[in-house]
């Protein structure tokens, strides 16, 4: 494979991804759920700390426990979910400022996650807007164990409307040299 179709490879996944918020019944075997985990079980993490574990929610009633921390009509259409969670004691944290990189570190692993299923033809979706203490609380998450994201997973509803790409133009977004 030369660079040019690796390239164009990773440029038609990245476009094929997008925040889908309608999904099929049809349910995600464990097996291919694995899959995508592996993904994220190799992204790059701050002093390959690898802070990071996954709660692969499959079943009806664990998938209510999760609808009731965001609680959204399309939410309730996803067959499974992976809860994305951070340990700050494991993560590194910077000396010259103390920054904690657990946030850093799992975005990395989730995108991974999100670009997988995608190659996958699944649909998925970050979310960070929802209520961490129901979502502790439903799934038995301990005190040190951080939520970052929900990520439903599922095959996309065929019907669904995809939403445009909407960015800001490359010119702006890029500093040639200093800000
Ligand atoms: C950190 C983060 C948090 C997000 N939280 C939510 C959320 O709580 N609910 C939601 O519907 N979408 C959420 N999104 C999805 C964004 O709205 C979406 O990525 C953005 O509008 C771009 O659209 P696209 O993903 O279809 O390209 C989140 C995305 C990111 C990266």
């Known amino acids: ?28 075997s464990r097996d291919t759920l694995k899959k995508v985990i592996a993904t994220a079980q190799l992204a790059p993490s701050a002093c390959n700390r690898q802070p990071w574990e996954f ?35 494991e993560a590194w944290h910077r000396a010259s400022d103390g920054k904690d990189h657990t946030d850093v570190d799992l975005s990395i692993a989730i995108e991974h996650i999100c670009l997988a299923a995608a190659s996958l033809e699944l649909g ?21 164990i951080e939520p970052i994201a929900i990520i439903p997973i599922g095959y996309p509803n065929m019907d669904a409307t995809i939403p445009s790409k909407n960015r800001k133009n490359i010119e702006d977004i890029i500093k040639w040299g200093k800000y």
């Open 55 to 89: 709660i692969i929610i499959d079943t009806p009633e664990l998938c209510q426990g999760v609808i009731k921390s965001y609680d959204r009509e399309w939410v309730k259409t996803a067959p499974a979910f992976i809860i994305a969670c951070g340990n700050h004691d």
């Open 124 to 144: 998925t979706c970050w979310i960070c807007n929802f209520d961490v203490d129901i979502l502790k609380g439903q799934l038995n998450i301990p005190e040190n």
């Open 1 to 28: 494979m030369n660079n040019k179709d690796t390239y164009q490879q990773f440029l038609d996944l990245v476009t094929s991804r997008y925040s889908c918020r309608s999904y099929q019944a049809t349910p995600v």
